[in-house]
């Protein structure tokens, strides 16, 4: 085996461990909320109350109820690994930049009297990241990939459009421009800095 090959398979191995880790906390803590009659429910966003500026990153890490924390499982799984392949530092930045970008819109345009939590806007936020990072770093690959991640997960950019008031389109939008916000501030300076652009 390969150095490169031998590099490239740690790096599969601690992503895999990071996002299953990720994933597993979402269910501990939804477990604890079932466990505590929703009371984890109250670090949901409530827009424009100044207090709840303080839940814009734990409300990524609620859900209300287990057929919610379903749903976003399998593609925070997905996503979440092929983003992290490229570094758990890396990956880390890029979910904090989506989070709180999701995060404040979801505080500055969700309607009053909303409670919002959920993981969905870092799945879009995501899902943006991988569809941009290859054209921010210039990497072909990158492209390749985010091209196959476009055309599996693309019909979920339908959430970014306000048809249903029980879904978050506000969340989903601005996680999604967190994403490709998230590609530009992360950009691999070695190929994305000055100078001639370099794809590889």
Do not use: C
């Not at 859900?63 to 490229?86: D, M, Q, S, W, Y």
């Not at 505080?107 to 909303?114: D, E, V």
């Not at 936020?125 to 055309?151: N, S």
Request: aromatic content about 10%.
């Amino acid at each position: 085996m390969t150095n490169g090959a031998e590099g490239s398979g740690a790096k599969a191995m601690a992503a895999g461990k990071l996002i299953f880790g990720w994933v597993a906390l979402l269910w501990v803590l939804e477990a604890v909320d079932q466990a505590t009659g929703n009371a984890l429910d109250t670090f949901g966003i409530e827009p424009r109350r100044a207090g709840e500026l303080v839940d814009v990153v734990p409300s990524a890490f609620m859900h209300f109820g287990f057929e919610h924390l379903i749903a976003n499982t399998l593609p925070l799984l997905i996503l979440g690994f092929l983003a992290a392949l490229r570094g758990v530092a890396r990956f880390l930045a890029v979910a904090a930049t989506i989070i709180v970008v999701s995060g404040l819109g979801v505080w500055l345009i969700a309607p009053t009297g909303s409670n919002t939590a959920g993981a969905s806007g870092l799945i879009f936020g995501l899902f943006g990241y991988l569809v941009v990072r290859g054209f921010v770093d210039r990497r072909i690959t990158d492209v390749a990939l985010g091209t196959v991640v476009a055309f599996f997960y693309g019909s979920i950019l339908w959430g970014v459009l306000p048809t249903d008031s029980g879904i978050s389109w506000q969340g989903h939008l601005f996680g999604l421009l967190g994403g490709i916000l998230a590609a530009r501030l992360t950009a691999d300076r070695r190929t994305a800095g000055e100078g001639r652009p370099a794809w590889h």
